[in-house]
């Protein structure tokens, strides 16, 4: 198989990175399905996609796409809550998360959350479903590639993709290979990652969980944040003022959204203020 094989791609959850990895992907000519697991989450991706933030309608307000390519891609779109559906897709893009609402009404926060269990069960049914020779990818941030790979009989067509938010903006994805994943699919999607106008940068798989380049990186960089804080040298505004003044950073170690806690099994990420 090669890039232009892949005609179809199954988005596997339609939330903040679903929806903006399918709007890239409708975008870039691929008939993609997403499912997600109720007819109104379904709902809402769809929303996100056109009428969202960075959806295709305000990039047609501001000049980015023409509406016939909005109109297009619109039409590259399906979703569904059936995993079934998927089966004939050639490529599967897995982003499955659960997101929590923590603390009292006055400073309820959401809490992004990956399971590494629920990962393996979803990887496991779709690999008794979608066709043979349909590549797997997953967008987990921090999990290694091979030990999600274990659910999976496919361990040649089994690779990381890990994007960045939000996905459709983002220009770099991580693609991350096993031991046993095959030059071919690495290929696969270094053409996929190309067409999407994505740059994309190989990283070898690790055990551990510690997740690939950029998110390590940001972790080192927030534990002496913290540390800088904690020790009172300076407060986190502070913090963020000089790196943003000093560095020229777009925005400091303490105005994103970051991975607060990390084990063998979830990962969680929270605002950091
Ligand atoms: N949010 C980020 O910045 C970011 C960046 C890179 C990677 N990731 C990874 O992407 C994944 C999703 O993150 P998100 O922020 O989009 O989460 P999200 O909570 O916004 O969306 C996750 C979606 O998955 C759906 N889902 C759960 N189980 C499912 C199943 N069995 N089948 C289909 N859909 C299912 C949920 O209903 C939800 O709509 C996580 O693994 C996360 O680590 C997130």
Redesign the pocket.
Known sequence: MKAEDIKCIGV???????SGIAQTAILAGYKTIV????DQ?CE??RNTIVDGRFGLKSGVERGKITQAQMDRAVANLSTTTK?EDLKNCDLIIE?????ETTGATSERKAV???SKP??LE?FAELDKIVKKDAIFAS????FTIADLAKAVKRKDKFIGM????PANIMKVVEVTYTADTSKETIQILKGICQRFGKTAVLVKDVSGDTGFVGNRIMWAVREEAFKIVREGIATKEDVDTVMTLGFNWPAGPFTR?GIVRSDDKQ?R?ADLR
């Open positions: 596997m959850g339609g939330g903040t990175m679903g499912r997600d697991l109720r989450l809402r991706a995993v982003t499955i998360g659960l997101t992004w959350l990956e629920l990962k979803v967008n987990t941030s921090l890990h994007w960045f938010r959204t990962t990420y």
